[in-house]
């Protein structure tokens, strides 16, 4: 009897250390990764409507407002109406397993900065920067800034401005329900598309 319980005990103690073991080595693993990526400052980037997001009721809600389209006045409302947009779960999970592992993170996004004060601050807790361009140009631009090494986009000229940036760039598939149907051409320029991302 002494002797069962005793082989339990040494079994349950062996199976604690195994687990204890694997649990450090994974953290060492994670400690190594983090400390070259932060020492490195790497930074990754995101597109923010249909990749990051599903900004289509914001847009919507923009266009019905009366404002001029793509006025300041239309910008305000689509830059404050973040709480209508939906995050894309395998993206959004994408930014933040980068962020653990000491990436930093930048959202960029092709929208005037009229009124978007408080959709900067709505992503602080993920984003070191949130970046409003107004236009491709600038987008590239801000892509050659810091050490950007990945960036997440859904349009064709998104895939066009990474690698013009000469930044490793994949293509975020678009919500079937996005709005916004030109510049998607997932495959035509030869860029790795990661499936289940037009959810």
């Known amino acids: ?3 069962v319980v005793a082989q339990a005990a040494k079994e349950k103690v062996q199976k604690t250390w195994s687990l204890t073991k694997k649990t450090f080595a994974i953290m060492c693993v994670w400690g190594l990764i983090f400390s070259i990526v932060t ?3 790497l ?3 995101f597109d923010y409507d249909d990749t990051l997001v599903f900004s289509t009721p914001a847009y ?3 266009f019905s407002s009366g404002a001029v389209p793509f006025s300041p006045q239309f910008w305000e409302v689509v830059n404050n109406s973040y ?3 939906s995050r894309k779960p395998l993206p959004y999970a994408l930014a933040w397993t980068l962020r653990i592992f000491g990436f930093k993170v930048a959202i960029v996004t092709q929208r005037p900065d009229f009124g978007g004060t408080a959709l900067k601050k709505e992503w602080r807790y993920l984003a070191n920067e949130f970046i409003f361009t107004n236009g491709s140009e600038q987008k590239h631009r801000a892509l050659m800034q810091g050490n950007t090494v990945l960036y997440f986009g859904d349009s064709d000229s998104d895939i066009a401005e990474g690698r013009k940036a000469k930044v490793l760039t994949l293509r975020v598939k678009r919500s079937p329900k996005s709005s916004y149907r030109e510049d998607y051409n997932p495959g035509s320029m030869g860029e790795l598309t990661i499936p289940l991302t037009d959810r």
């Open 60 to 62: 919507s809600k923009a």
């Open 43 to 45: 930074r990754v980037a």
């Open 1 to 3: 009897m002494i002797k």
């Open 83 to 85: 709480e209508l947009d």
């Open 39 to 41: 020492i490195s400052r």
